[in-house]
């Protein structure tokens, strides 16, 4: 991520050319008002500035790994931290600050590609889960859509892993989340992964 005023800049179209496909992703997921929801890789905020409009008797957190992200995310949310409706943390996803059964929803928007270890960042979002919590991944393209040749360059000139549908899948499955449903927008080359943590019935 650029540092300085082009990183803000980044930040700042992130958010803008994010919010239509957040709000197509998020119909895919159940958000209450009381929920506790984590959204990883928050990048500018303004996802989790939706959120918070969506649990308006809940609390969204935030982390990000790059700090210029967390700075953004917190100027965009400082009202809603200053009442304790928001906390945004630099953090990982190989290594989430919080306990285990935690959150009702994990949002990853535009961010699972980038992580180092996607298996294990899947773990730790189904460790800080509660038991019948949803996890939603969300991305603006995937291996196999309308966008498949841009995914192909990217895989070729960076270290993104871009997953098809098949592999969305499989992604959650072996995290161990189940009724794992893969929705597409073929339009618009969207894809969102949802999936749902066992609860202590559906165990074993």
Request: charged share 25%; net charge neutral.
């Amino acid at each position: 991520m650029p540092s300085g005023w082009v990183g803000r800049f980044v930040l700042w179209t992130m958010n803008r050319r994010h919010s239509a496909l957040t709000d197509w992703g998020l119909e895919h997921v159940r958000v209450g008002s009381r929920d506790v929801v984590l959204d990883v890789g928050c990048g500018g905020g303004r996802t989790i500035e939706k959120l918070a409009g969506l649990t308006s008797e809940g609390k969204v957190y935030g982390i990000d790994h790059a700090e210029e992200s967390v700075a953004a995310a917190r100027r965009l949310n400082e009202r809603l931290i200053q009442i304790g409706r928001v906390d945004v943390r630099p953090a990982s996803v190989s290594n989430l600050p919080f306990d285990a059964n935690t959150f009702d929803l994990v949002t990853a928007i535009e961010t699972h590609f980038w992580w180092p270890d996607m298996d294990r960042g899947m773990r730790e979002i189904e460790r800080v889960l509660k038991p019948g919590g949803q996890v939603a991944v969300i991305a603006e393209f995937y291996n196999g859509g309308k966008h498949a040749r841009y995914a192909t360059r990217l895989m070729k000139a960076t270290k993104i892993a871009a997953l098809d549908v098949d592999q969305h899948r499989e992604l959650l499955s072996r995290a161990g989340f189940l009724d794992v449903k893969v929705s597409v927008h073929e339009p618009r080359g969207w894809i969102c992964a949802v999936g749902t943590k066992p609860t202590s019935s559906q165990e074993g």
